[in-house]
T-cell receptor, first 115, second 118 residues
């Protein structure tokens, strides 16, 4: 089975400060990795995903994440936060080579960007 | 439609009442998923459809939960004899393909149906 750990339940930052949201996963098989964002009263929106290839993945809204297999991590980063980035962020994994994309999510990290 | 549409957006049910939650996936999407998101938690997988076939229902918490997609498009999640622990947001999602790992095969989520059992 797979599991995802997001150690930080809440990350407060000031506008224009750098952001890092941490994600660690556990799996006995190879996985794909994802970050989703959830704005209040909205559905989940895909930020970025790692399937294969370059371990540095760039996504929407200036976010990027780096896959580190040895540390089983997939931390999300943004050089400069914007007020509009305030939202809940979920890291997720799914097994490689299964019939469909069954996502296992972490518990989420609330990013609070203040002026 | 342009996105995954779910209804009702909000539902308050008395304990013991049956509820039905509807999902309209993006037109032409083969795969359809249901997830349950309890307050303060991440979404948890409930069930998966490929067209009209329910290929995985391992996440359904009890036999009170039932999902169908009879014509391979609209899906309904039914909860019988609701209990307080069923209170959650129920998310529907769809994707164009079922193949895992295709770079363009993004899963799109609806806004969810918020169920409160009192």
């Amino acid at each position: 089975a797979q599991s995802v750990t997001q150690l930080d339940s809440q990350v407060p930052v000031f506008e224009e400060a750098p952001v890092e949201l941490r994600c660690n996963y556990s799996s006995s098989v190879s996985v794909y990795l994802f970050w989703y964002v959830q704005y209040p009263n909205q559905g989940l929106q895909l930020l970025l995903k790692y399937l294969s290839g370059s371990t540095l993945v760039k996504g929407i809204n200036g976010f990027e994440a780096e896959f580190n297999k040895s540390q089983t991590s997939f931390h999300l980063r943004k050089p400069s936060a914007h007020i509009s980035d305030t939202a809940e962020y979920f890291c997720a994994v799914s097994r490689v080579n299964t019939g469909f994309q069954k996502l296992v999510f972490g518990t989420g990290t609330r990013l609070l960007v203040s002026p | 439609g342009a996105g995954v549409s779910q209804s009702p957006r909000y539902k308050v049910a008395k304990r013991g009442q049956d509820v039905a939650l509807r999902c309209d996936p993006i037109s032409g999407h083969v795969s359809l998923f249901w997830y349950q998101q309890a307050l303060g938690q991440g979404p948890e997988f409930l069930t998966y459809f490929q067209n009209e076939a329910q290929l995985d229902k391992s996440g359904l918490p009890s036999d009170r939960f039932f999902a169908e997609r009879p014509e391979g498009s609209v899906s309904t999640l039914k909860i019988q004899r609701t209990q307080q622990e069923d209170s959650a947001v129920y998310l529907c999602a769809s994707s164009l393909e079922s193949l895992v790992g295709r770079a363009g095969n993004t899963i799109y989520f609806g806004e969810g149906s918020w169920l409160t059992v009192v």
